[in-house]
């Protein structure tokens, strides 16, 4: 087979037909306006602005095809660059909502206040100072006092912790979620509160052995 080939001769160049000219006078522009709109800061104006930059040759030289082309990738750069801005505002607001779980003090300011909390969680009254006056006329604040002298003790079942509640009422009133021994304080007290609610309206109401 045989093969034709093109040879220039000195002093004559080789001229592209008009087609192609302009299809890589396109191609370099849209290059520098794709280019020039990386190099911008973000948030610098938008993609229609960018075009309108562009040189005036360009308006000549494309066809529809390549300037929706030249859209499509400056609303794509666009969009990277608005997300790129908005991630640290979603860090900070999911930051804010997923929040940590408070950490209470190991004593009985921190027990009362963890009750407390869990108290709202299960709809059981009670405040702070209800809770504080008869812990104090029950165990004087130790979680480990054990009465061994009244009618409970004698019937084998004494009255134990906080609030000094015999065992078989703390399992009755035991709360989900809190320590199975009626000597962890904060077990004692919701399971305490969550009987004197049953039975007084609220820890609140008892002034007096209950």
């Keep these: 087979m045989s ?9 004559h160049s080789r001229r592209l037909p008009k087609a192609h000219r302009l299809a890589l006078a396109g191609a370099a522009t849209l290059g520098a306006a794709a280019l020039a709109f990386s190099l911008a800061p973000a948030g610098f104006g938008d993609g229609a602005a960018l075009a309108a930059a562009a040189p005036a040759a360009w308006t000549q030289v494309v066809d529809g095809a390549q300037a929706t082309g030249l859209r499509q990738h400056l609303g ?26 408070p950490v ?33 006329r029950e165990s004087s604040g130790n979680p480990s006092a054990t009465n061994g002298w009244d009618v409970n003790a004698r019937n084998g079942d004494p009255s134990i912790g906080l609030l ?14 809190t320590a199975d ?30």
Excluded: C
């Design 104 to 136: 209470y003090a190991n004593d009985l300011s921190g027990w009362i206040k963890e009750s407390l909390a869990i108290m709202k969680e299960h709809g059981i009254p009670g405040t702070y100072g209800g809770l504080y006056r008869n812990i104090m």
């Design 164 to 177: 000094q509640v015999i065992r078989p009422t703390f399992l009755a009133y035991h709360v989900p979620g």
């Design 181 to 210: 021994s009626p000597y962890d304080p904060v077990a004692n007290i919701v399971a305490a509160a969550h009987y004197a609610a049953a039975r007084y309206g609220s820890i609140n109401n008892v002034d007096s052995a209950y």
């Design 76 to 101: 794509v750069q666009e969009a990277a660059a608005a997300k790129r801005a908005e991630a640290p505002k979603r860090a900070a607001k999911h930051h804010r909502s997923s929040g940590r779980a």
């Design 3 to 11: 093969r034709t080939s093109e040879t220039s001769t000195p002093g």
